[in-house]
């Protein structure tokens, strides 16, 4: 997909480089303020028969309060504070099945593998795996736009519901017990993974620096949830390391009023939770905020980099007590990563 792939100029005698050394990685140079003028075309190119590989990093640290006012009753817990860390990693390949720069494109998606870390502040450890490490060797396809946009979600949709299902304890004469698991990050690396491109309004125009565009994406959840996070994306400017461009895009969030369209939960019907928010209910979101940082590499049409950071204050009811008793305070730290492995 070559059409839509070019940085534009107003002519090259208007575009002039500083030089200067930033970040951990070595020598990079950006582009001055008062020099960059040239709109930037950003879009999804996927070569044939050339497959790209990336690794997935979700980390969230909850902290649990069960009695935040200090007023704890007998069968309530102390006050302490129960923190919490889960850890998702994943490799996953994307290979273009089809190609066609000027219509749809069909991805095949291939894990290669998923491993999730969980520890607590209680001790306690989780007797199973978590679900979404079945999806090591599972593979999806995604039709997209040239833009990124995804047109058919039939497949993910079929391997979530997959993955949902091996949430739950076998023994059905407890009822339906699930466990702890980390498939909505899962949901959330890939529902949107191309969010950043996308989104962009009348995207043949052109990004201009300072830029901005609005959008949406999930927000994993330590519970069952489907919370959406409000997205302003700004094209900050455009980074020269090593002879290659890329096109930063700096992102901001805020709690959305709904989550974004067509998702879909990987669980249906009643069941109750194992673990520590399995007496919790009523959960309500007070606050998210966080921001995010993109390196999209404008000649080849892909994403170098992406890290996205928020921070979000849940407040709960115990099961039997309501509100007026206990309001348990839940504070969540979710970072999630993306990047090209060379």
């Avoid at 993910?156 to 091996?166: A, D, H, P």
């Avoid at 919790?280 to 921001?291: A, F, N, R, V």
Wanted: net charge positive; glycine share 10%.
């Amino acid at each position: 997909m070559n059409i839509m792939k070019k940085w534009i100029f107003t002519g090259l005698g208007l575009i002039t480089m500083g030089v200067c050394f930033v970040g951990c990685q070595g020598q990079q140079s950006t582009a001055k303020s008062a020099g960059f003028k040239g709109p930037v075309l950003l879009a999804v190119d996927f070569k044939p028969d050339v497959p790209l590989k990336y690794k997935f990093v979700c980390e969230r640290q909850t902290a649990l309060n069960l009695d935040p006012s200090g007023h704890s009753r007998k069968g309530t817990g102390s006050g302490k504070v129960q923190n919490t860390t889960e850890r998702l990693e994943m490799e996953i390949v994307y290979k273009p099945v089809e190609v066609n720069p000027y219509g749809y494109s069909i991805i095949e998606a291939t894990c290669n593998f998923a491993n999730v870390t969980r520890s607590s502040s209680s001790g306690r450890s989780q007797s199973r795996p978590d679900a979404v490490k079945s999806v090591a060797g599972k593979s999806f396809t995604l039709k997209i736009t040239p833009t990124g946009k995804v047109a058919d979600y039939s497949s993910l949709e079929t391997l979530i519901k997959e993955l949902g299902q091996n949430a739950f304890d076998g023994d059905v004469k407890r009822g339906r017990i699930k466990n702890p698991d980390m498939i909505m990050d899962f949901v959330a690396t890939q529902w949107s993974i191309w969010d950043s491109v996308s989104s962009i309004k009348n995207p043949l125009k052109g990004l201009k620096k300072n830029r901005t565009w609005d959008s949406k994406l999930l927000a994993p959840m330590p519970f069952v949830s489907k919370v959406g996070r409000d997205v302003k994306y700004k094209l900050a400017g455009v980074i020269e390391s090593n002879d290659v461009y890329f096109a930063e895009i700096t992102s901001s969030y805020s709690l959305s009023e709904s989550p974004p369209a067509g998702i879909i939960m990987p669980y249906t019907g009643s069941f109750q939770m194992k673990g520590t928010f399995g007496f919790l209910q009523g959960y309500k979101i007070l606050s998210l905020e966080g921001t995010g940082r993109q390196l999209y590499d404008i000649e080849k049409g892909l994403i170098k980099s992406d890290t996205q950071q928020y921070k979000a204050k849940v407040s709960a009811s115990i099961f039997g007590l309501g509100r007026d008793t206990l309001e348990p305070n839940i504070e969540i730290d979710q970072t999630i990563t993306m990047t090209l492995v060379e």
